[in-house]
Structure formats: structure tokens, C-alpha cells
């Protein structure tokens, strides 16, 4: 059963409504792998039956046989670490369940939820989320998809006067913790019981069998989240707005807004220009998820302590210590895999008890000469000299790789297919975005497709795998969306 249907219709949950229609849309972007992925036949780049078109502007809600009942989520959350109250999908519209996976409409119009906002997406937003799904996908970070962009010339104002596109997203479920910290905050105590089973019953069987399954569930999250964040610090994602509102149950990449991947290294960027604290910078994204994880435990404290309670004989007490032990594990988990994924990168296929040593120095040597993080460990898998402010560790990388059995060709090839030649950096993403809003939509799809392969040379020019050139170093990504 779909989520939207576990406990009626109360607005404190869900509202049910229609998108709200744009004028004569078109495509934008389109994504002939996420069509895959929902069953949808495509012919030449688009899908057979045109009425996708209609269907993804929300101006209709019926293709073929099939018709959407169309609704929007409340939820809450924390945000910059302060409680947010109630927010929910402000813009966001659920299409529905399309091959076993959500299709939501991302500005299709005002919601119950909307607060002061218009329910609109501007064009500039909607292609970044767009791309930058996809292309996360393809480098294996768990994420929502992106089927499509369609945009419409209807004003938008933001800073200035923008025009209007609707992204069309995809995930298993769109649920964040931010679902949970509203029945929590509200006393919904029946609400999250049927979301957490839920959970359980269609993303995380494996904590059925257990003896306390809601305890197994916190526990799965967070391990899928340490999993996540793993890989962004792996590819010098910095995601910029990791909100409990934005932060998935499923450890899904979600709600991209002014991301960043670091093309000019330093382990504290910020990549929003509101976080003036720098909350969200790259080296304290898994920091920050574990905060947001220890929000989520409190939203479900009543459900864990009487499930510990009953099943274990826990008191309060002895509750609490039990979660937070369970959190621990997060920590754990993501020290073990943050090595695992470094050691990876860096071609070391044995344990040396000096490797994290060796890592912790070259983060600090790329920080200090302010490398690219993509360019460096992509030139390193190509066996390219290293640049010559790293002499002293290239030295010690050297002996380090004595230590190993494998020949160097074997080495580069498996460097090769974890660290990545393309990345959506923004100044791609811009180039894009600039063209689109002249109506040529030729470089969203070019780059789509580039970055589908994010690991393999393709014959494109150079400057797709490079640095921007300095007059777009830097670029002022706007939070408004
Ligand atoms: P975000 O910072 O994008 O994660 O958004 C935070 C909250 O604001 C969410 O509840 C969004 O649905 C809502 N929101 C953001 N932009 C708009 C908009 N233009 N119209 C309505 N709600 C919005
Ligand atoms: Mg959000």
C-alpha cells in the first residue's frame, strides 16, 4: 500500500490535489535511463506517449490507463540546527507510484504546505537537480532520480524574473526524517508507528525478523546514511543544505540545491552562501547526519523505549544508553568505510597500519595547495607525475605501493573505476543552464550523457573533465530555487 494512503487524508499528513498547470511546456531534459528504470518506452530520447509531457507539467494526470491521485506530505525539521516546525511539500507534488518507485513533480504549484512560497521551480534549479542526479547515479551514490525537466516560459520571480520548470523526481520513497519529527512533535503516535512499519515492511525487511524492529530500523538508517556521506567525501561532494527535512530515511541523496564538488579543495568549503556558520561544509557532513540521526531517534523515542521495554526489559535508562550505542555504530561505520573508500582511491588494496596517516596528509597537502579533488585522483589513476607541491607525499605514496602485489596497469584500471573523469561541476551546470535559458537545450543533454559514463574517457572535448577556467572559479550558486 502506498504510503499516502496508511492514515487517511488529515492535513496534518497529506493533502490531496492537483498540480496547478503551466503554460505550454517543453522539454527541457530527459533521461532515458530513469524512463528504464519506471518502465516507460522511449523512442528517440523522449517517451512514446506524448502525454508524458502533459503528465510531467502537471497539467494532466492521466497516460495510457493509468491515472494519478495526486498528493503532497507534511513534515518538520530541524534546519541549521534550530527546529523549523512545520514545512512539508511546499512544491513538491506525488504523482504516484509508477514500477514500484514514487514520481514526484517538483514546482507544480502551491500546496497546503507552501507557507509564503509560490510552489514554483525556476528553470536554473530544476536542470541542477536534474543533472546532478542522474550523475550521481551513475557514479553510485545512492540518490533520487531525475526523469525530467519540463520548462514553460511563465514568469518566476526570484532575485529577478526567471522562468518556470517543473523537475520530475523518482526515488523508492521520498520519506526524510523531517516525516517522522512531525508525528513526533504532533503526538501522531499512531502515524509513525504505520510509517516506521512501513519503512520496515517495503525498505528494510531485514529488520522484521527482529527482535526489536524499530531499534534494527534506526540502526539500518543510519548505517545506509554513513554509506552515503562516505561517498560524497569521496568524490568531494558537499551537498550544502543537510537539514533534517532534507536528509532521506532511505540514505538517499536528496533535495539538491546549491551543491558543490570541491574543484578547488579545502576541507572546510561551504558550498550555501546562507551558512554563514558553515554548519554544512564538506568536513562536517558526517558530523552533521549523525546530529540529524540523533533528531530521528528522539522523534521515535516513545516507539524505541517501549519496544525495548517489551522485548528486552529495558528501563529508561538502559533504553537511551541501548540507542545511543546504536548511533555509535554510525561512527563506526563510517570511519571503517571513509578508509576502506581512501585506500581505494588511492589504488591500496592491503592494510598498512601507517595508511591513515598517509591519507590524512594528503587531504591536508590538497587543502593547503588548494587542489581539484576530482582532477587529482582521476590524473593519480592515469599514472600522471604528481603536482610538485606534493613531492614529499608523492615519495611516501611510493614506498606505500611497494608494499603492494598488484601490478601498476591492474592498480590504475581499479583506481580508474572509482575515481571519476566527469563530475557536474558547476561551471558545466552553468554553461548549461545559460544556454537553456536561450532555449537551447543541447548541453543538458550532452551533459547528461557525458556524465551517465562518469568513469570512462568519451570522445568529448578535454574541458569537460577539467577545472573551470578562472573567470568561472567560484561561481555564486543562489539558494533561491
Ligand atoms: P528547501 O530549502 O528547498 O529544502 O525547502 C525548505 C522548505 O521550503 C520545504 O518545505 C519546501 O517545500 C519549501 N519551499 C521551498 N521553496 C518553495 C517555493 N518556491 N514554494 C513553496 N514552498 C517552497
Ligand atoms: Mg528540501
Not at 543533472?131 to 511563465?154: F, I, K, N, Q, Y
Request: hydrophobic content about 35%; glycine content about 8%.
Amino acid at each position: 500500500m502506498p504510503f499516502h494512503l496508511l492514515a487517511g487524508d488529515s492535513l496534518a499528513l497529506v493533502q490531496n490535489l492537483q498540480p496547478t498547470p503551466i503554460p505550454e511546456p517543453y522539454w527541457v531534459g530527459f533521461s532515458e535511463r530513469a524512463a528504464q528504470t519506471l518502465g516507460i518506452p522511449t523512442h528517440n530520447g523522449l517517451p512514446v506517449d506524448p502525454a508524458w509531457l502533459d503528465v510531467l507539467a502537471g497539467n494532466q494526470i492521466q497516460v495510457g490507463d493509468q491515472v494519478f491521485s495526486p498528493y503532497a506530505t507534511a513534515y518538520s525539521g530541524h534546519q541549521f540546527g534550530v527546529w523549523a516546525g512545520q514545512l512539508g511539500d511546499g512544491r513538491a507534488i506525488y504523482l504516484g507510484d509508477v514500477n514500484g518507485q514514487e514520481l514526484q513533480l517538483k514546482g507544480a504549484g502551491k500546496t497546503a504546505y507552501s507557507r509564503m512560497g509560490d510552489g514554483r521551480a525556476v528553470l536554473r534549479s530544476s536542470i541542477r537537480e536534474f543533472l546532478c542526479s542522474e550523475a550521481m547515479h551513475a557514479l553510485g551514490v545512492p540518490t533520487s532520480r531525475a526523469l525530467a525537466v519540463v520548462g514553460s516560459d511563465m514568469p518566476v520571480f526570484r532575485e529577478t524574473r526567471e522562468t518556470a520548470a517543473v523537475c520530475a523526481r523518482v526515488a523508492p520513497s521520498f520519506l526524510r526524517i523531517g516525516h517522522i519529527e512531525h508525528y513526533g512533535q504532533n503526538h501522531m503516535h499512531e502515524e509513525l508507528r504505520l510509517t516506521l512499519d512501513h519503512l520496515i515492511k517495503h525498505h528494510y525487511p531485514e529488520c522484521a525478523n527482529s527482535p526489536t524492529p524499530y531499534l534494527s530500523l534506526l540502526e539500518q538508517i543510519a548505517l545506509r546514511t554513513a554509506c552515503m556521506v562516505t561517498q560524497w567525501q569521496g568524490l568531494g561532494f558537499c551537498h550544502g543544505v543537510l537539514n533534517t527535512d532534507n536528509t532521506s530515511l532511505l540514505g538517499l541523496t536528496l533535495d539538491y540545491g546549491p551543491f558543490g564538488f570541491l574543484d578547488t579543495f579545502q576541507i572546510d568549503h561551504i558550498c550555501n552562501h546562507s551558512d554563514h556558520g558553515g554548519r554544512y561544509a564538506y568536513h562536517r557532513q558526517a558530523e552533521v547526519l549523525h546530529w540529524n540521526l540523533y533528531c530521528l531517534a528522539s522523534a521515535m523515542l516513545e516507539a524505541l523505549q517501549e519496544e525495548l521495554h517489551s522485548s528486552l526489559g529495558l528501563d529508561q535508562e538502559a533504553a537511551i544508553n541501548k540507542i545511543k550505542d546504536t548511533l555509535d555504530h554510525y561512527n563506526r561505520e563510517y570511519a571503517a568505510n571513509w578508509q576502506s573508500l581512501f585506500r581505494q582511491k588511492l589504488g591500496l588494496s592491503i592494510t598498512d597500519s601507517k595508511d591513515v596517516a598517509l591519507l590524512e596528509e594528503l587531504l591536508q597537502g590538497l587543502h593547503q595547495h588548494q587542489l581539484d579533488h576530482t582532477l587529482f585522483f582521476r590524473n593519480l589513476s592515469e599514472g600522471q607525475d604528481l603536482p610538485k607541491s606534493l613531492d614529499i607525499w608523492g615519495q611516501k605514496y611510493q614506498e606505500r605501493l611497494s608494499l603492494e602485489k598488484h601490478s601498476k596497469d591492474q592498480r590504475l584500471e581499479q583506481m580508474r573505476q572509482i575515481n571519476p573523469k566527469y563530475v557536474l561541476r558547476n561551471y558545466l551546470a552553468q554553461n548549461a543552464i545559460e544556454l537553456a535559458q536561450k532555449k537551447d537545450f543541447s548541453e543538458v543533454a550532452r551533459l547528461l550523457k557525458i556524465l551517465e559514463n562518469p568513469y570512462e574517457s568519451q570522445a568529448v572535448s578535454e574541458d569537460y573533465a577539467m577545472g573551470p577556467p578562472p573567470e568561472l572559479a567560484h561561481l555564486a550558486i543562489s539558494c533561491s530555487s
